[in-house]
C-alpha cells in the first residue's frame, strides 16, 4: 500500500475518533440530553403584589429624576465655550443617571420584568427600554412609561 493513502486513511480515522470523543453526550454537558440543575438563587423582596412592586419602583425613579433636577440646556447663543461646557454637564449627569440606576434600582427593575414576562404581561416598550445600555434620561423615561403600563395591565 502507498504510504500517502495510509497517512489519509489515518488522518480520517483520526478525526472521526476525535469528533465522536468531543461531541459525545456524556463527556460534553452541553451536548447531553438531561439539564443541569441549576444553582438555586433566592432574592428576598417585599412580599406585595407584582403590581404594588411595579408601582412602587415607577414612583421611586420619578423621584430619582427629579432629585437629579433638569437636563442641562444650551443657550440660545451657541459659542465653543457653552457647547464644550453644556457636553461636559450632560456628560456629568448621565453618569450619574446612569450609576445611580445601576446602584439602586436595576434588580428590582429585572425582577419585575422576568416576573412580567413569566406571566405573559410584559409591555413591549418597558422590554425595550430595559435593555437599552447605558441608562440615560431618555431610557429611564421609557422605563417609567413600561411600568406604568405594566401597573395598567395588572391592574385590568
Known amino acids: ?57 415607577r414612583n421611586d425613579l420619578l423621584t430619582f429624576l427629579d432629585e437629579l433636577g433638569p437636563e442641562p440646556s444650551i443657550g440660545s447663543r451657541e459659542t465653543q465655550v457653552t457647547w464644550i461646557e453644556h457636553r461636559k454637564q450632560t456628560t456629568i449627569r448621565n453618569q450619574k443617571v446612569h450609576h445611580g440606576f445601576e446602584l439602586r434600582f436595576a434588580e428590582r427593575l429585572k425582577l419585575i420584568v422576568h416576573e412580567l414576562g413569566e406571566q405573559n404581561k410584559l409591555p413591549m416598550g418597558l422590554d425595550l427600554s430595559f435593555r437599552e445600555e447605558p441608562k440615560t434620561d431618555k431610557v429611564l423615561r421609557g422605563v417609567i412609561d413600561g411600568l406604568t403600563n405594566a401597573a395598567r395591565i395588572l391592574h385590568d
Do not use: C, H, Q
Not at 483520526?14 to 438563587?41: Q, Y
Open 1 to 57: 500500500m502507498r504510504p500517502d493513502v495510509v497517512a489519509i486513511g489515518l488522518f480520517v480515522v483520526g478525526l472521526i475518533w476525535l469528533s465522536t470523543v468531543a461531541f459525545w453526550p456524556e463527556r460534553n454537558p452541553r451536548l447531553s440530553k438531561t439539564p443541569v440543575d441549576a444553582p438555586k438563587v433566592i432574592i428576598n423582596y417585599d412580599k406585595t403584589t407584582l403590581t404594588e412592586r411595579t408601582i412602587a419602583l
